[in-house]
């Protein structure tokens, strides 16, 4: 069974002040990891889609990164329009056109001005 | 682009009866569509994989009959709850797949919530 574990489950920043947030995941053969970002009452909006390890992607103050077993993502500088949930997903590879995804809970970050 | 919308936005009925949410994917064509739920604090978790044309997929522990999903065109899928029950209040989220070189990603709709008395 495809399991994502995402870390910390809460995370609070001063503006300007960098971290990263943790995806661990098992998988039976990945085919993609993706990055989303959810508003409160929001539907999740698309940030990245990761295929294998040592991929890297940017995007404004983001930086998403991938390896066998985890997935970083990094936010440099944050502001606090950045503050949302970040959720991690995970899809199998060998689904044919099956294209689930198996979500993490999330971390909730919250950057104070 | 990739913009897929969701009807209502918000629905409170009374316990017994049944609601309707659609979903449409309104810039692109998705042969498959995705539901699912979100309880607070907690994660999405897939009700059901909604392909064009033919039966949807159900996860396991998701009921079918009351969980009535339908997707007769390439850009609406609708999800029915009936017999809506006070612990099918949920805020209910749809995904469409853009074809092409994006078809692996889902694109989610804006989430309807759902409040049963």
């Known amino acids: 069974e495809d399991q994502v574990t995402q870390s910390p489950e809460a995370l609070r920043l001063q503006e300007g002040e960098s971290s990263s947030l943790n995806c661990s995941y098992t998988?039976?053969?990945?085919?993609?990891l993706f990055w989303y970002r959810q508003d409160p009452g929001k539907g999740p909006e698309f940030l990245f889609t990761?295929?294998?390890a040592g991929e890297e992607k940017e995007k404004e103050r983001l930086k998403a990164t991938l390896t066998k077993k985890e997935s970083f993502l990094h936010i440099t500088a944050p502001k606090p329009e950045d503050s949302a949930t970040y959720l991690c997903a995970v899809q199998a590879a060998g689904g044919g056109s099956n294209y689930k995804l198996t979500f993490g809970k999330g971390t909730l970050l919250t950057v104070n001005p | 682009g990739a913009v897929v919308s969701q009807h209502p936005s918000w629905v409170i009925c009374k316990s017994g009866t049944s609601v309707k949410i659609e979903c449409r994917s309104l810039?692109?064509?998705?042969?498959?569509m995705f539901w699912y739920r979100q309880f607070p604090k907690q994660s999405l978790m897939l009700m059901a994989t909604?392909?064009?044309?033919?039966?949807?997929?159900?996860e396991q522990g998701v009921e079918k009959d009351k969980f009535l999903i339908n997707h007769a065109s390439l850009t609406l899928s609708t999800l029915t709850v009936t017999s809506a029950h006070p612990e099918d209040s949920s805020f209910y989220i749809c995904?469409?797949?853009?074809?092409?070189?994006?078809?692996?990603?889902?694109?989610f709709g804006p989430g309807t919530r759902l409040l049963v008395l």
């Open positions: 990761l295929y294998s």
């Open positions: 998988v039976s053969g990945l085919r993609g």
């Open positions: 909604s392909n064009e044309g033919s039966k949807a997929t159900y």
């Open positions: 995904s469409a797949q853009p074809p092409g070189q994006l078809q692996e990603t889902q694109y």
């Open positions: 810039d692109f064509q998705a042969t498959t």
